[in-house]
């Protein structure tokens, strides 16, 4: 009986994380586009930008069709992240700090690719 309890209390409290990533993520996306409508103009970091916050929305979803989170969402955010902060940081960043975000990222990238390989040569059974 409290395990069944617990149980309902930890989900009701991960459906209620998960209305306020999503109401920030909202208020998160309106305060850029309203940062674009005053300045007039769209560049590419407001492009990332949004398409982060639109990661963010589809893992969301993810997770409430699903119940699970797969771990490559979070890694193309970081990529994707990590992107703009090259192209906003690029005048100021040194050689070797411009090297390590490229890197990064294509530790990332290869990190995905091996998570892609393993689900698709060592699949999971229907109860994982």
């Given at each position: 009986m409290i395990k069944s309890q617990a149980k309902q209390l930890l989900e009701w409290i991960e459906d209620l994380g998960l209305v306020i990533i999503t109401i920030a993520t909202l208020f998160a996306t309106g305060a850029e586009i309203m940062v674009m409508v005053r300045a007039q103009t769209v560049t590419l970091a407001d492009l990332l930008l949004l398409?982060?916050?639109?990661?963010?929305?589809?893992?969301?979803?993810?997770?409430?069709?699903?119940?699970?989170?797969?771990?490559?969402?979070?890694?193309?955010?970081?990529?994707?992240?990590?992107?703009?902060?090259?192209?906003?940081?690029?005048?100021?960043?040194?050689?070797?700090?411009?090297?390590?975000?490229?890197?990064?990222?294509l530790v990332l990238a290869f990190t995905i690719l091996a998570i892609r390989y393993g689900h698709t040569r060592f699949p999971y059974g229907k109860d994982e």
């Open positions: 398409f982060i916050y639109l990661e963010v929305f589809t893992m969301v979803k993810v997770y409430l069709d699903s119940g699970k989170l797969p771990v490559r969402i979070p890694l193309y955010i970081a990529i994707v992240a990590l992107a703009r902060y090259m192209i906003l940081d690029m005048k100021a960043m040194d050689n070797w700090r411009m090297l390590a975000a490229a890197g990064a990222s």
